[in-house]
C-alpha cells in the first residue's frame, strides 16, 4: 500500500477540521437552530397567566388629609388608622415618592414578562387609599402574589432591608402565611444578590420580621409581604434611595424574587 505522502499528512488535521466546520453549517443543523428558536419565540412569556398586586405604601397627599388616614379600620386583630404618611429621609425626599418610583419600575418588568399588574394606587398625589382597600384589591382579584413596597425610619445607625410577613391571624390569613414566608425568602436572596444591599442590622433575623400588627399582612387572603427597602433615616440608605440606578436594580430584584415564587409554588391562572 502507498504511504501517505508528506504533504497530505500535512493537511489532513486541515481537512478534517474544515470538514466538521463544514458540519456545523449544514443545512439540517441550521433548521433545528432555527426551529428552536423560533419555539421560543412561539412560547408565552414567564408570567402569562399570573397576577401580581403591587402596593406603593402611602401616598403624596396623605399628610394634607389626616382626617382622612387616621381613621380606625379593622385588621382582624383590632384597629389601626387608615393609613400613614410614611417617613422621608433626612434631606426631604419622601418615602411615598421612593415606593411609587420602585413600584412603577417593577409594573414595567412584570408586564413585560406577561404578568397582569394590579396598583394599589397609580399617582403619587392621592390621598390613601386605606390598608383595607390596598389588600382587598388582591384580595378579590385572587392575585398569584402581592407585595407591600416600602422605606423604613429606622434608627440612624441601622441599615439593610428587611421583609415583614404574615403571623397568623385566625378566620383571615390562615392559608397564606406559608406561602408568603417562601416569598419572603426568595425577596430576601434577590435583594442582597441583585440589588446588593444586605440585610437590616437592627431588625428581623437574616432580613425575615414575621409580624401580627400589619393591617395588610393580617387580612390577606394570598401570599403577600410588606418590603422594607432599606432605612430613610441612616444616611447610607439614604444615598441609596436618592439614586434612579438603585431604584431601578431594586425593582429588578423584587421582579426577579416575585418571578423565582411564582415559577416554584404557583401555576398561572
Ligand atoms: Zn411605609
Known amino acids: 500500500m502507498r ?17 466538521l466546520g463544514g ?14 428558536h423560533s419555539a421560543d419565540a412561539d412560547e408565552p412569556p414567564p408570567l402569562a397567566g399570573f397576577t401580581v ?3 406603593p405604601g402611602h401616598n403624596g397627599g396623605n399628610l394634607d388629609a389626616p382626617e382622612v388616614i387616621e381613621e ?25 415618592e421612593f415606593n411609587f418610583d420602585v413600584a412603577t ?12 399588574v394590579l396598583l394599589t394606587r397609580t399617582d403619587d398625589t392621592g390621598v390613601g387609599p386605606c390598608i ?32 415583614m410577613e404574615p403571623m397568623k391571624i385566625a378566620g383571615h390569613n ?34 425575615i420580621n414575621p409580624r401580627s400588627d400589619m393591617g395588610g399582612l393580617n387580612l390577606t387572603t394570598v401570599p403577600k409581604v410588606m418590603v422594607e427597602c432599606g432605612n430613610m433615616r441612616n444616611s447610607h440608605d439614604a444615598t441609596l434611595h436618592r439614586d434612579p440606578e438603585f431604584r431601578q436594580s431594586l425593582a429588578q430584584a423584587l421582579a426577579d424574587g416575585i418571578t423565582e415564587f411564582l415559577e416554584a409554588t404557583a401555576t398561572p391562572d
Open 3 to 19: 504511504q501517505p505522502s508528506p504533504l497530505t499528512l500535512l493537511l489532513l488535521p486541515i481537512l478534517l477540521v474544515t470538514t
Open 23 to 36: 458540519c456545523q453549517l449544514e443545512p439540517g443543523e441550521a433548521g433545528v437552530r432555527q426551529q428552536a
Open 53 to 55: 398586586a403591587i402596593d
Open 72 to 96: 380606625l379600620v379593622d385588621v382582624g386583630n383590632g384597629e389601626k388608622p387608615c393609613d400613614t404618611t410614611g417617613t422621608n429621609t433626612d434631606d426631604g425626599y419622601f418615602e411615598h
Open 105 to 116: 419600575r417593577l409594573s414595567t418588568l412584570l408586564t413585560s414578562e406577561g404578568a397582569t
Open 132 to 163: 383595607t382597600e390596598r389588600t382587598a384589591l388582591a384580595n378579590d382579584a385572587e392575585a398569584s402574589v402581592s407585595v407591600s413596597i416600602h422605606a423604613d425610619g429606622g434608627p440612624p445607625d441601622g441599615s439593610g432591608f428587611h421583609i
Open 174 to 207: 390562615d392559608d397564606v402565611v406559608a406561602p408568603s414566608h417562601e416569598l419572603a425568602l426568595a425577596l430576601a436572596g434577590t435583594i442582597e444578590t441583585v440589588a446588593g444591599m444586605p440585610p437590616a442590622d437592627y431588625i428581623g433575623t437574616d432580613g
